[in-house]
């Protein structure tokens, strides 16, 4: 054998578990909200699914936290902006339990900087 075979099989295990793991990578579910930087964050497209997502269950009405915010629609959250904002991107007390990307907290503040587009 040549002195260059054990390298070489070095080298290609190593992509071999490389491409393993970016190929688990592709599998894991994707970000709620995909964003480019400065795109235009609507309500229908972004905001209410991701809320859905990480709010609802406590604060959609009737669940446990809805009597500190009912996330019932649009205007239920315009209405409630500034403790959103407090809670989600102040104080970030809000998801308790849960996490926001990065993306998704700079989904959340671009759409109230951009006016809160329905
Ligand atoms: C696991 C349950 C849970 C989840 C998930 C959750 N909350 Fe809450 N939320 C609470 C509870 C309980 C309170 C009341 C106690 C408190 O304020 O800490 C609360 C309070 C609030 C308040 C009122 C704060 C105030 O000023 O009185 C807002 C606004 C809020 N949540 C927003 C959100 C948003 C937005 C999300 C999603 C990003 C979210 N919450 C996710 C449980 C939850």
Same mark, same amino acid.
């Given at each position: ?42 309500? $229908? ?7 859905? $997502? ?10 446990? $936290?809805?009597? $500190? ?50």
């Amino acid at each position: 054998m040549s002195k260059f075979t054990y390298p070489v099989i070095t080298i290609m295990m190593t992509l071999l578990i490389l491409s393993a793991c970016s190929k688990n990578q592709a599998d894991e579910p994707k970000p709620v909200v995909p964003e480019k930087p400065g795109t235009k964050v609507s309500y $229908a497209e972004v905001l209410q699914p991701l809320l859905q $997502a990480k709010c609802a269950g406590c604060h959609a009405p009737g669940n446990r $936290a809805s009597t $500190a915010w009912s996330f019932n629609g649009y205007t239920s959250v315009t209405g409630n902006a500034d403790r959103i904002k407090q809670a989600v991107l102040v104080s970030k007390t809000m998801p308790i339990g849960g996490t926001l990307s990065a993306t998704e907290l700079q989904s959340i503040k671009d759409w109230f900087d951009q006016g809160m587009l329905q």
